[in-house]
């Protein structure tokens, strides 16, 4: 049995789309997987139960891409391929079964969309494969005995980012609850490039009582991070979904994104909606009280 399942570039879409591989895993016991998936999203999947390869996908002009992933998988005769991408390679390699994902309704959550191609009712949860060396790891990171409450205050968009003044605050007011988050540790997660803001906020926090997680090559690692932390606050972004999964309580900033069809999709998330201002939503206009309100509400 063999398997070629084609998903996305981003690292939130990918997360999402980990719930339906799981069901053909499931499904398939001892089944040959080979993952293609964009470059940022590779780590995911390196961890898959029975894995053969993850190709990425590495855009280029004029739909290389495309032709490069057809070039590598047409001379294998696959039993199942399933393409979230919309291509055309189901129907140009050989295959007992193609499942392709048709147009957006508009109405359904993304994990919901998704598990309507095998007609998944209740639809199939986002699921991460974590090395034990990725989790090893994890432990290293987090060796100081006290709670732990990560911030991931960056976006791909300038219009799914929380001001970082108010992420500030936030850092702020966590370390001064001294309730809920005694002598609680901030830790600040985001990309090499956004080094920059992480220290921004660093800076601003009282002296030992902040960590920076940047450019963590393996995604593995950083959801096993997220899962040793008492709660994580995320704009609407990748990190917000791969703490979700993980099993972090989650709260997820939302500006004019329909959280209804993104939301992080988790046992303990809660979504925080900037409020519609004539007929607009912008993210700056979420008030820290309700931020807070949240991470409260996933605690309890």
């Given amino acids: 049995m063999r398997i070629l399942f084609i998903t996305a570039t981003r690292i939130g879409d990918a997360v999402i789309s980990t719930g339906l591989l799981s069901h053909l895993i499931k499904q398939n016991p001892g089944a040959s997987v080979t993952v293609a998936c964009g470059p940022l999203a590779e780590s995911l999947f390196t961890s898959v139960p029975g894995l053969d390869r993850v190709i990425v996908l590495s855009k280029s002009a004029f739909s290389g891409h495309w032709f490069r992933l057809w070039n590598d998988v047409r001379k294998q005769r696959w039993d199942i391929v399933v393409d979230l991408r919309r291509s055309l390679i189901p129907y140009l390699v050989r295959t007992r079964h193609r499942y392709r994902l048709g147009p957006d309704d508009h109405k359904s959550h993304r994990v919901a969309l998704l598990s309507q191609l095998f007609d998944l009712t ?10 034990a060396e990725q989790e090893a790891l994890a432990e290293a990171m987090l060796t100081e005995d006290r709670p732990v409450v990560a911030l991931c205050p960056t976006a791909a968009r300038r219009e799914k980012t929380w001001p970082v003044e108010q992420f500030s605050g936030l850092a702020q007011a966590i370390i ?30 009282p002296k030992g009582r902040s960590t920076i997680l940047a450019g963590c090559p393996n995604l593995q690692c950083v959801a096993a991070v997220l899962s040793r932390c008492a709660v994580t606050v995320a704009n609407d972004s990748g990190l917000a979904h791969l703490a979700a999964a993980a099993g972090s309580p989650t709260v997820a900033l939302f500006g004019p994104t329909r959280a209804d069809l993104y939301k992080p999709w988790g046992m303990r998330v809660a979504v925080v909606q900037a409020p519609e201002i004539q007929c607009e939503r912008s993210i700056e206009d979420i008030k820290m009280s309700d931020v807070l309100a949240g991470i409260h509400s996933v605690l309890d």
């Fill in 176 to 205: 001064d609850d001294p309730q809920e988050f005694s002598n609680a540790n901030v830790l600040l997660v985001g990309a090499e490039e956004d080094r920059p803001v992480l220290d921004q906020i660093a800076s601003l926090l």
């Fill in 122 to 131: 209740p639809p199939s949860p986002p699921t991460l494969w974590i090395s």
